[in-house]
């Protein structure tokens, strides 16, 4: 069990370090992700403050009581969430090929003196510390809606990563072993298919939406629990709940993982190469760059062109998302709010709001730096074989208020299609100067960034930018354009509400965006000519 | 050509506390494989990036036939190839398309290049691995690509941080012949950091040994191996210089 522990202790670290300690050591290179810890806990302690003070203020229930209000909107979405779950799991470890992935820093584990299971322990329990410091973040934004939902997330979180995963995982492999997969897989659809029908039943029977029990309570059993206990034994039943449920993953993982062997575990670093690999393999079904007039079309043809997502197959891959978010938004206003099953005005409505953007938002941060660090990485070509560098800035400027534009504009379409108020679409159009400063700004960021870091090797660190180091320092950057630039058009919305606007808004919006984007060109492509190139 | 193809004078370069450069001079005519020598963290990838321009020095300046790199750079880089120490390359090009990539930002047609780009690609043995995206190749193969694309644009200077990292003798044999057949017969200059013994003893025809971002010792290959004696081998000179002899 100690050596677990040490290995839980090793991952553990070696994610915090790789999210807080993004530059080489040195004094001023730890300062930013310091002084952005600092403001962020500041902000969220000075929320909870805020609202624990309005909220006793007022008289209201305690902050403490982590049971349900008995809303049904939410009691809807925590059943669906929790069915969605559940299938996920399922699907992963008994419909399709499931592995555990095991990531770069810490692969030597597998290849010490060490029991497989004392890794795999270590590597939950490491993994589930870091994971719960790191998801502060979303529970301050759940904090608005009461401290209870933080309790929720952060219990249902434990139970999923200790119990529901380990167990999954570790039974589709003994199982997968054994022979009997293709039963286990009949067995698992044919409870998927039970509970489809069950909550489509009950739903007809009762006129308003329902999720089955038999795919939610899986999920949520052990919240029932925690509640259960709460009225027992009060708030000592954190502790108990805590303990019960890492007892519980020790004991299975510690008596099931004897079965599991080494080739169980694939890197992580794999698993992204394969996915890539797929991905070239598609992006190359293309016209061979070979032909150009000018170095400028040279420049323009292979950062717009021949990137994996241009913005031609970006609007391609986005206009089904557009789509379904748009019938998705149009079916949640008609349809359940005549069932009477949502009120836009409420808190669901409210929460729908603002977690679809975001959802959208986070999702895109990802791929965009991803391009980003891809197009940056090549800077030294530019600088050693290009005269000019104001052009590929320009390209630059140009591709990412476009990239930036277009996920917009899904949200905005969404956001549209459910308030029934089109304004929405006027916002984002007379929004354009700000996305463009927003993302010229992004692009200044990450050149200070790129400037302090020093030789980044090409492969280290934790998850996706593992393999891309660039990429890791680029989330900041990203993340601050695309919610500064969301901000915006929601301001811009209140200012504007009626498209009789727009003939008179879109023609100095547009020779604004030019000023904007001339300007801000010209001065980033200084920067880039000067800035030091050492990765 | 009656200008010295590189001129690097008094280069210092700090990173935070720490000295990388330190007063740092040298020169390289047309012709010559000069080669960098050092420990790791001796400085030689600074003093490479700081040549082509990627690094601005604290001090001292860098001459690219007789041009400033960093006053006129466009000027002094275009008849310049360059192998950086880690190649990154546009992952979704295929190592042909970067060649000709390369080429169409130095203003080249493809009708100008297309007998170099087959050449090189022959010659360095990339043979299938041209037409993969790059981000799937192989660390050698990418190196590979990088050396190609530094030739095929005709450079009359050419820098190269550790160019045979990861790269199969056969081709290592290929790249030497290449080298040196560009030095002599195309006056091509050659500004090389390595830590390979073969390529250092039979290429390259100056040394330059530095360590802690100082110039220790620098000269004609001929005058470097009298430094430990008659019929001594680079390898002795180095620990000699190194102060580990007794190695």
């Given at each position: 069990?100690?050596?677990?522990?040490?290995?839980a202790?090793?991952?553990?670290?070696?994610?915090?370090?790789?999210?807080?300690?993004?530059?080489?050591?040195?004094?001023?290179?730890?300062?930013?992700?310091?002084?952005?810890?600092?403001?962020?806990?500041?902000?969220?302690?000075?929320?909870?403050?805020?609202?624990?003070?309005?909220?006793?203020?007022?008289?209201?229930?305690?902050?403490?009581?982590?049971?349900?209000?008995?809303?049904?909107?939410?009691?809807?979405?925590?059943?669906?969430?929790s069915?969605?779950v559940?299938?996920?799991?399922?699907?992963?470890?008994?419909i399709?090929?499931?592995?555990?992935?095991?990531?770069?820093?810490?692969?030597?584990?597998?290849?010490?003196?060490?029991?497989?299971?004392?890794?795999?322990?270590?590597?939950?329990?490491g993994?589930?510390?870091?994971?719960?410091?790191?998801?502060?973040l979303?529970?301050?934004?759940?904090?608005?809606?009461?401290?209870?939902?933080?309790?929720?997330?952060?219990?249902?979180?434990?139970?999923?990563?200790?119990?529901?995963?380990?167990?999954?995982?570790?039974?589709?492999?003994?199982?997968?072993?054994?022979?009997y997969?293709?039963?286990?897989?009949?067995?698992?659809?044919?409870?998927?298919?039970?509970?489809?029908?069950?909550?489509?039943?009950?739903?007809?029977?009762?006129?308003?939406?329902?999720?089955s029990i038999?795919?939610?309570?899986?999920?949520?059993?052990?919240?029932i629990?925690?509640?259960k206990?709460?009225?027992?034994?009060?708030?000592?039943?954190?502790?108990?709940?805590?303990?019960?449920?890492?007892?519980?993953?020790?004991?299975?993982v510690?008596?099931?993982?004897?079965r599991?062997?080494?080739?169980?575990?694939?890197?992580f670093?794999?698993?992204?190469?394969?996915?890539?690999?797929?991905?070239?393999?598609?992006?190359?079904?293309?016209?061979?760059?070979t032909?150009?007039?000018?170095?400028?079309?040279?420049?323009?043809?292979?950062?717009?062109?021949?990137?994996?997502?241009?913005?031609?197959t970006?609007?391609?891959?986005?206009?089904?998302?557009?789509?379904?978010?748009?019938?998705?938004?149009?079916?949640?206003?008609?349809?359940?709010?005549?069932?009477?099953?949502?009120?836009?005005?409420?808190?669901?409505?409210?929460?729908?709001?603002?977690a679809?953007?975001?959802?959208?938002?986070?999702?895109s941060?990802?791929?965009?730096?991803?391009?980003?660090?891809?197009?940056?990485?090549?800077?030294?070509?530019?600088?050693?074989?290009?005269?000019?560098?104001?052009?590929?800035?320009?390209?630059?400027?140009?591709?990412?208020?476009?990239?930036?534009s277009?996920?917009?504009?899904i949200?905005?379409?969404?956001?549209?299609?459910?308030?029934?108020?089109?304004?929405?679409?006027?916002?984002?159009?007379?929004?354009?100067?700000?996305?463009?400063?927003?993302?010229?700004?992004?692009?200044?960021?990450?050149?200070?960034?790129?400037?302090?870091?020093?030789s980044?090797?090409?492969a280290?660190?934790?998850?996706?930018?593992?393999?891309?180091?660039?990429?890791?320092?680029l989330?900041?950057?990203?993340?601050?354009?695309?919610m500064?630039?969301?901000?915006?058009?929601?301001?811009?919305?209140?200012?504007?509400?009626?498209?009789?606007?727009?003939?008179?808004?879109?023609?100095?919006?547009?020779?604004?965006?030019?000023?904007i984007?001339?300007?801000?060109?010209?001065?980033?492509?200084?920067?880039?000519?000067?800035?030091d190139?050492?990765? | 050509?009656?200008?010295?193809?590189?001129?690097?004078?008094?280069?210092?370069?700090?990173?935070?506390?720490?000295?990388?450069?330190?007063?740092?001079?040298?020169s390289?005519?047309?012709g010559?494989?000069?080669?960098?020598?050092?420990?790791?963290?001796?400085?030689?990838?600074?003093?490479?990036?700081?040549?082509?321009?990627?690094?601005?020095?604290?001090?001292?300046?860098?001459?690219?036939?007789?041009?400033?790199?960093?006053?006129?750079?466009?000027?002094?880089?275009?008849?310049?190839?360059?192998?950086?120490?880690?190649?990154n390359?546009?992952s979704?090009?295929?190592?042909?398309?970067?060649?000709?990539?390369?080429?169409?930002?130095?203003?080249?047609?493809?009708?100008?290049?297309?007998?170099?780009?087959?050449?090189?690609?022959?010659?360095?043995?990339?043979?299938?691995?041209?037409?993969?995206?790059?981000?799937?190749?192989?660390?050698?193969a990418?190196?590979k690509?990088?050396?190609?694309?530094?030739?095929?644009?005709?450079?009359?200077?050419?820098?190269?941080?550790?160019?045979?990292?990861?790269?199969?003798?056969?081709?290592?044999?290929?790249?030497?012949?290449?080298?040196?057949?560009?030095?002599?017969?195309?006056?091509?200059?050659?500004?090389?950091?390595?830590?390979?013994l073969?390529?250092?003893?039979?290429?390259?025809?100056?040394?330059?040994?530095?360590?802690?971002?100082?110039?220790?010792?620098?000269?004609?290959?001929?005058?470097?191996?009298?430094?430990?004696?008659?019929?001594?081998?680079?390898?002795?000179?180095?620990?000699k210089?190194?102060?580990?002899?007794?190695?």
């Open positions: 069990m100690y050596r677990a522990l040490l290995v202790r090793i991952v553990f670290l070696n994610m915090l370090k790789s999210t807080w300690r993004q530059y080489r050591p040195g004094k001023l290179r730890k300062k930013p992700g310091f002084i952005l810890a600092i403001v962020y806990y500041g902000v969220l302690i000075a929320i909870l403050v805020y609202i624990a003070w309005s909220k006793w203020s007022t008289g209201e229930q305690s902050l403490l009581d982590p049971r349900l209000s008995g809303n049904t909107v939410l009691e809807f979405i925590g059943d669906l969430l069915a969605l559940i299938v996920f799991v399922i699907t992963r470890y008994f399709r090929e499931g592995f555990t992935m095991i990531l770069p820093d810490v692969e030597f584990l597998l290849y010490q003196p060490l029991h497989l299971w004392e890794v795999y322990t270590g590597m939950i329990l993994t589930v510390m870091y994971i719960l410091l790191s998801t502060t979303l529970s301050a934004l759940l904090v608005v809606y009461g401290l209870w939902l933080v309790y929720i997330f952060i219990y249902i979180s434990i139970y999923l990563m200790l119990i529901v995963e380990p167990l999954f995982f570790i039974s589709s492999r003994i199982i997968r072993r054994s022979g997969f293709d039963i286990a897989q009949v067995i698992f659809l044919g409870y998927i298919t039970i509970g489809i029908f069950h909550s489509l039943f009950t739903s007809l029977y009762t006129g308003t939406p329902r999720i038999i795919l939610s309570y899986p999920v949520k059993g052990p919240y629990l925690l509640i206990l709460y009225e027992l034994i009060g708030h000592i039943c954190f502790l108990v709940y805590f303990v019960i449920i890492f007892s519980t993953c020790l004991l299975v510690s008596i099931l993982s004897k599991l062997d080494i080739s169980d575990f694939v890197s670093r794999d698993i992204y190469e394969i996915k890539l690999s797929r991905e070239l393999g598609s992006s190359l079904k293309r016209e061979v760059f032909t150009w007039s000018t170095p400028n079309d040279a420049m323009r043809r292979v950062i717009l062109e021949f990137t994996i997502y241009n913005p031609r970006l609007l391609k891959k986005y206009i089904p998302i557009f789509i379904t978010a748009t019938i998705a938004g149009f079916i949640v206003r008609v349809v359940l709010t005549r069932l009477g099953v949502f009120v836009l005005e409420g808190p669901g409505g409210v929460l729908l709001i603002s679809v953007p975001m959802g959208v938002l986070y999702a941060i990802s791929f965009i730096r991803e391009l980003l660090s891809n197009d940056l990485k090549c800077l030294w070509v530019i600088r050693i074989y290009s005269v000019n560098i104001e052009y590929f800035i320009k390209l630059l400027v140009a591709k990412y208020s476009l990239v930036l277009i996920i917009l504009a949200i905005t379409g969404f956001i549209a299609t459910l308030s029934n108020d089109f304004a929405w679409l006027l916002a984002l159009l007379s929004s354009s100067p700000i996305i463009i400063l927003v993302v010229f700004i992004a692009i200044l960021i990450t050149s200070l960034f790129l400037k302090r870091a020093r980044l090797e090409p280290s660190e934790v998850f996706k930018p593992i393999v891309d180091p660039i990429s890791q320092l989330f900041i950057p990203i993340a601050f354009a695309a500064i630039a969301y901000t915006i058009v929601l301001l811009v919305k209140i200012i504007l509400t009626n498209y009789i606007y727009l003939p008179i808004i879109l023609p100095p919006t547009l020779l604004l965006s030019y000023v984007f001339t300007v801000t060109s010209r001065f980033l492509s200084r920067v880039f000519l000067e800035i190139v050492n990765f | 050509m009656s200008l010295r193809a590189i001129i690097a004078d008094g280069l210092v370069k700090k990173f935070g506390s720490i000295m990388a450069i330190n007063n740092l001079s040298f390289v005519d047309y010559d494989i000069y080669c960098l020598v050092g420990p790791n963290g001796a400085g030689k990838t600074t003093t490479l990036r700081i040549t082509v321009g990627l690094l601005k020095p604290d001090r001292g300046c860098v001459l690219i036939e007789g041009r400033d790199v960093h006053v006129n750079r466009a000027e002094a880089l275009k008849n310049v190839g360059y192998v950086p120490d880690y190649p390359l546009p979704y090009l295929t190592p042909l398309e970067f060649m000709y990539y390369v080429s169409a930002l130095r203003g080249f047609k493809r009708s100008d290049v297309e007998d170099y780009v087959k050449y090189y690609i022959d010659a360095l043995n990339l043979g299938d691995e041209v037409k993969k995206p790059i981000r799937t190749l192989s660390r050698g990418l190196q690509t990088a050396i190609a694309a530094a030739l095929v644009v005709k450079p009359r200077v050419v820098i190269m941080d550790e160019p045979l990292t990861n790269i199969e003798i056969d081709t290592q044999i290929a790249f030497k012949k290449i080298v040196r057949r560009l030095a002599v017969v195309e006056k091509v200059a050659f500004l090389i950091s390595s830590h390979m073969p390529l250092i003893e039979g290429v390259c025809t100056h040394v330059a040994v530095i360590d802690k971002g100082r110039l220790l010792v620098e000269g004609d290959m001929e005058s470097i191996l009298k430094i430990a004696g008659e019929r001594a081998s680079f390898e002795e000179v180095y620990l210089i190194m102060g580990k002899s007794n190695v």
